[in-house]
């Protein structure tokens, strides 16, 4: 996934990079969990806080599942 992280920390426009096996139902949980984290610290430039984009690999385990 890859998401922005705005300068107080908020996590915002999440969306997948690569399609996932398993299908939109992933994608979207992956989504979810990751707008569920609590809020990043954000990143700076010559001292001050900005705006960034952050790309999160989500794996998933599937085995046993029917």
């Known amino acids: 996934l890859k998401f ?24 979207r949980e992956a989504i979810r969990v990751v707008l569920m984290m609590p809020p990043w610290e954000a990143a700076t430039k010559k001292g001050k806080h900005v705006q960034a984009e952050y790309q999160l690999n989500v794996p998933f385990n599937l085995d046993g599942v029917n």
């Open 4 to 27: 922005e992280v705005t300068k107080k920390g908020k996590i915002i426009n999440v969306s997948p990079v690569n399609g996932v096996p398993g299908g939109p139902n992933l994608v």
